[in-house]
C-alpha cells in the first residue's frame, strides 16, 4: 500500500518561493503518474501539476504555467513541487496524489487519482 506525506508548505509573502515534497512509501512509487492537487476555502479541488513514471512528462495547470515546477526523485521515493512568483491566489492546502492505473499519461482529473496525502497549507500573503 503506497502512503502519502507531504511537506514544505508554510506563510510567504507575494513573490517568494517554496517547496513542497511528497514522500512516499512502497517499493513500487516509481510506476505511478504522480500529481498536485490543491484546495482553496470553498472552491473545488484543482489540478496543478502531473508527472509521469520517468520525469520524461510533466503537465500543468495553466494558472501555474512558468512558475511552478514538479519533479521526481525515484530514488528517494519523492516528488517535489517548486513554486515561485506565488501570488495571493495560489493561497490552499495543496495534496499530493499517486495514480496508480498510469504510468505516463498525466491525467488532470482528482478521480483519476487513488492515494492522496493529507495536505500541506500555503498562504500567501499580498
Known amino acids: 500500500q503506497v502512503q502519502l506525506v507531504e511537506s514544505g508548505g508554510g506563510l510567504v509573502q507575494a513573490g517568494d518561493s517554496l517547496r513542497l515534497s511528497c514522500a512516499a512509501s512502497?517499493?513500487?512509487?516509481?510506476?505511478?503518474?504522480m500529481g498536485w492537487f490543491r484546495q482553496a476555502p470553498g472552491k473545488e479541488r484543482e489540478f496543478v501539476a502531473g508527472?509521469?513514471?520517468?520525469?520524461?512528462?510533466?503537465y500543468y495547470a495553466d494558472s501555474v504555467k512558468g512558475r511552478f515546477t514538479i519533479s521526481r526523485d525515484n530514488a528517494k521515493n519523492t516528488v517535489y513541487l517548486q513554486m515561485n512568483s506565488l501570488k495571493p491566489e495560489d493561497t490552499a492546502v495543496y495534496y499530493c496524489?499517486?495514480?496508480?492505473?498510469?504510468?505516463?499519461?498525466?491525467?488532470?482529473?482528482?478521480?483519476?487519482?487513488?492515494?492522496w496525502g493529507q495536505g500541506t497549507q500555503v498562504t500567501v500573503s499580498s
Open positions: 496524489a499517486a495514480d496508480r492505473a498510469h504510468m505516463v499519461a498525466v491525467r488532470t482529473a482528482s478521480h483519476e487519482y487513488d492515494v
Open positions: 512502497g517499493r513500487t512509487f516509481s510506476n505511478y503518474v
Open positions: 508527472i509521469s513514471w520517468s520525469g520524461g512528462r510533466t
